[in-house]
């Protein structure tokens, strides 16, 4: 199975600062079709999850364009521009290139 | 607008089955594939289940499989998931995700497997 790390754990920032959340997998997550099925998902507190990347860098529809994503191959990060209020949750990644789907364990976000 | 609502969910006793559902609107059901996540309290996430567009493969992480079994209704537009031998640690919220890259998620639905 693929082994997604996420670091850190948890994240404690002020409102306009930057964030940065590493996601590692224990193999490269290009499928045979050329594509990289990695996403980056966000679970505000009580709430469902909710998509905010996929392919690494593509972001879903109506998400803010502070948030970002980039990599590569098996590391990968998700950067927040400037921190809002309404960004704290747990942010996952999560590969869907090989079965088993595998998600990294989550990193906290708390708003100073 | 895309919508999932699960249903089914509740308090079963360990070794007996439930079947969960879930009503897709807003999509053409039939064009995607469909999955089911879980999320135990307080953990994270874990996917269980997904099935093709056309219903004829499934696939299952080996904590679920010959336990659980997806499947779909595409003229009913709903994605069901029948857990069977249910155990403590499939105690958990399920959510319905559409495709296997999950852009749309349902509410989720709380399934407690305790005597």
């Known amino acids: 199975d693929v082994v997604m790390t996420q670091t850190p754990v948890s994240l404690s920032l002020a409102i306009g600062q930057p964030a940065s959340i590493s996601c590692k997998s224990s193999q490269s997550l290009v499928h045979s079709d050329g594509k990289t099925y990695l996403s980056w998902i966000l679970q505000r507190p009580g709430q469902s999850p909710k998509r905010l990347i996929y392919l690494v860098s593509k972001l879903d529809s109506g998400v803010p364009d502070r948030f970002s994503g980039s990599g590569s191959e098996t590391e990968f990060t998700l950067k927040i521009s400037r921190v809002e209020a309404e960004d704290l949750g747990v942010y996952y990644c999560?590969?869907?290139?090989?079965?088993?789907?595998?998600f990294g364990s989550g990193t906290k976000l708390e708003i100073k | 607008e895309v919508q999932l609502v699960e249903t089914g969910g509740g308090l079963v006793q360990p070794g007996r089955s439930l079947k969960l559902s879930c009503v897709a609107s807003g999509f053409t059901f039939n064009n995607y594939w469909m999955s089911w996540t879980r999320q135990a309290p307080g953990k994270g996430l874990e996917w269980v289940a997904s099935i093709t567009n056309s219903g004829g493969s499934t696939y299952y992480p080996d904590s679920v499989k010959g336990r659980f079994t997806i499947s779909r209704d595409n003229a009913q537009n709903t994605l069901y998931l029948q857990m069977n031998s249910l155990r403590s640690e499939d105690t958990a919220t399920y959510y319905c995700?559409?495709?296997?890259?999950?852009?749309?998620w349902g509410q989720g639905v709380m399934v407690t497997v305790s005597s």
């Open positions: 995700t559409v495709g296997i890259a999950a852009p749309y």
């Open positions: 999560w590969q869907a290139t090989h079965f088993p789907l595998t």
